[in-house]
Structures are given as C-alpha cells and as structure tokens.
C-alpha cells in the first residue's frame, strides 16, 4: 500500500536537548490526536543528526507510523573511512530508513549518481529504506533540460535495482532552487515532475509496484503550502528542511497529509 510520509531532514541543526523537546512535543500531538498512533498508512519520519539517532529511535519507538531515518551513510559497511557512519551502525541505531543523494551532499560534498547507486545497495543490504533524493538546478530548468536530468538521477543511482528492492525505496522530488529559499515549487510544477517519475517507474517496473511507490515532495514545504501540495494525486508528502524544526509547523505539515 502506498504510504502517505512526512518526513524531517533536519540537517546540521538541533542538539540533542533540542531534539527530544522536539520529538516528544509531535508524539504526544499525535496520540492526542490519533489515539492509536497514525493510519496504516501514514509515516512521520524524523532525521536527526548521527549524534541523536539512537536516542530518537528509543523515543518514537511506541508511537505507531513514526520512524526514524539518518541523512546519509557510507557506501562501505565498514573500514578505514574517518568520520563516516555506516548502514550497519545506522540501523543497530534504530533507525529505518536513510536519506540518500540529498542535493546537499550532491553539491557540498560532490557525491556522484555512481556512488549514490552504491550507498543505495548498501543501504538495502542492511534492511534501510532508502529516501532517494532527486531534482534539478535553477539553470537546469531554465535550460528545459529537468526531466532529462531527473532521469538520469534515477537511471544511474536507482534503477538498477530488482522488484523486490525498488519496492523498499522512497523518492524525494527536491529541486535545487527551492531547497532553503523560501520559493516552493508550484503545485502544478510538483505533480508535473512526479507524475513524469512514476511514469519512469511503470515503464521500468510495471504499474502495481510503480503506484505502491510513495514520491515525495521536498522544497520550502510548510504550513502554508503543504496541502494544496500534497493534494495532487502523485505527491505523496513530504521532505522538510527549515519547517520540520519547529514542533507546531511540522504538526501542521503532518495534519495537511
Ligand atoms: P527546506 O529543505 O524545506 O528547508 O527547503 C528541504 C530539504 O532540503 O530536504
């Protein structure tokens, strides 16, 4: 069943103090507001740092559909690469799910769609979701080359897996020049792109496995614009950045699902 996910990439922010205040003020909203935790279909995922990861999975762990992701791992599973973490580490942490190709890591960091596709093995290997990021730049799309460029993204780094393996992954549509600017993509500009995406994924996959698959919105989402962009038919949340900081804006964005 596809899954409804609103999920927290809070990058190099919160420590440890700030993180718990946070998670436990959106768990006990949630179990006000839903009495049994959230549908069978809903998922709220935090991702905090690598420094609170343990602690969070301990905290959500009685809270039905909340999960924990990190927000990278290494392509290795172990070995001599300094100030790295592992998927190994990440799910003995607790964790579920992992984010991958964060644009971030992407640019910063210069990780390549060939290394993507080998941190997105490793991660399935040791029973990680992969939450795999994909988009375009400003200059891409203002070139008109965007869907070529997502393609490739996915080509290269995803689809290469097999049925079985695909199905575990989620992707996260985030285009670059809405990441941290405050301009979100349009509703239509979203559907566009993730109707384009699931079509990729029926013509490789087939269509029972290409609409199980959640796609996920990511780009100055908040508040105010997560419903009208979780309203269309192929985005199936979100991924925050700035508005999931916040306990009551990131209820808010759970609320609009
Ligand atoms: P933003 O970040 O919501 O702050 O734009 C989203 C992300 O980078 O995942």
Request: net charge neutral; proline share 3%; glycine share 8%.
């Amino acid at each position: 069943m596809r899954k409804k996910i609103v999920a927290g990439n809070w990058k190099m922010n919160m420590t440890s103090d700030e993180g718990r205040r946070l998670v436990k003020s959106v768990i006990m909203d949630i179990k006000e507001r839903f009495s049994n935790g959230l549908p069978e279909d809903y998922r709220v995922i935090f991702a905090p740092p690598f420094t609170f990861l343990e602690e969070c999975s301990k905290l959500v762990s009685n809270t039905k559909g909340v999960y924990v992701a990190a927000q990278n791992c290494h392509s290795a599973e172990k070995g001599a690469f300094t100030g790295e973490i592992s998927a190994v580490m990440i799910k003995a942490a607790g964790a579920d799910y992992v984010i991958i190709g964060h644009s971030e890591r992407r640019t910063i960091f210069a990780e390549n769609n060939a290394f993507l596709a080998q941190k997105v093995n490793t991660a399935i290997k040791n029973n990680l979701h992969p939450i795999f990021c994909c988009g375009e730049s400003l200059k891409e799309r203002e070139e008109n080359i965007h869907f070529n460029v997502v393609e490739t993204q996915l080509q290269e780094s995803l689809f290469h897996l097999p049925d079985h393996q695909i199905k575990s992954c989620v992707i996260a549509y985030e285009p670059v020049w809405a990441i941290g600017t405050g301009l979100n993509a349009s509703p239509e500009q979203a559907q566009e792109m993730h109707a384009f995406i699931r079509n990729l994924l029926m013509k490789k996959y087939g269509k029972a496995i290409s609409s199980d698959i959640s796609i996920l919105y990511g780009g100055s989402c908040n508040g105010e614009n997560a419903r009208v962009l979780f309203g269309n038919s192929d985005v199936d949340g979100g991924l925050i950045g700035g508005a999931s900081l916040k306990a009551v804006e990131f209820m808010r964005i759970i609320m609009s699902l």
